[in-house]
């Protein structure tokens, strides 16, 4: 996944008129968006997940390896989702007492909302010229 160390998506030149810190928040809150979309896609794909597994059924194929992918992906993915921490108060951004929220978009402690309203407005009216 590229939400490792290694991978520093925008440094803070690339995304102008935002400053150092307010970059870093952007991409902090960039990765607990993308964890919750992973999660939601792995999700939705459970029916064509039902069909595969009816289609190698009936044609009498082995399916403890498809079903092994399929559910440790899930939780990969769940895992990944639930140990985010939000860059403001530091707690578990989607969980809040044992169950993991996944409607939510705000941290469930705090209430940051993982979507910056207005970043790209301002760097985009600071990149025009007035004349």
């Known amino acids: 996944m590229e939400d490792g160390p290694e991978s520093n998506s925008k440094p803070a030149s ?3 008129g935002l400053s150092a810190q307010q970059s870093q928040l952007y991409t902090e809150l960039r990765k607990l968006s993308r964890a919750r979309t992973r999660l939601l896609v ?4 459970l029916p064509v997940y039902a069909v595969a597994l009816w289609v190698l059924l009936n044609n009498q194929q ?5 079903m092994y992918i ?3 992906m899930w939780a990969g993915f769940a895992i990944d989702m639930a140990r985010r921490r939000c860059p403001s108060c ?3 951004y989607y969980v809040k007492s044992v ?3 996944l409607i939510t978009r ?4 705090c209430g940051l909302e993982s979507k910056i309203s207005g970043s790209d407005d301002e760097a985009s009216k600071q990149d025009k ?3």
């Open 14 to 16: 690339s995304t102008p």
């Open 42 to 45: 792995c999700l939705l794909t």
């Open 62 to 66: 082995n399916i403890e390896a498809f």
């Open 70 to 72: 399929y559910m440790g």
């Open 90 to 92: 530091r707690q578990q």
């Open 99 to 101: 169950l993991l929220n």
């Open 106 to 109: 705000r941290c469930v402690h």
């Open 129 to 131: 010229i007035e004349f």
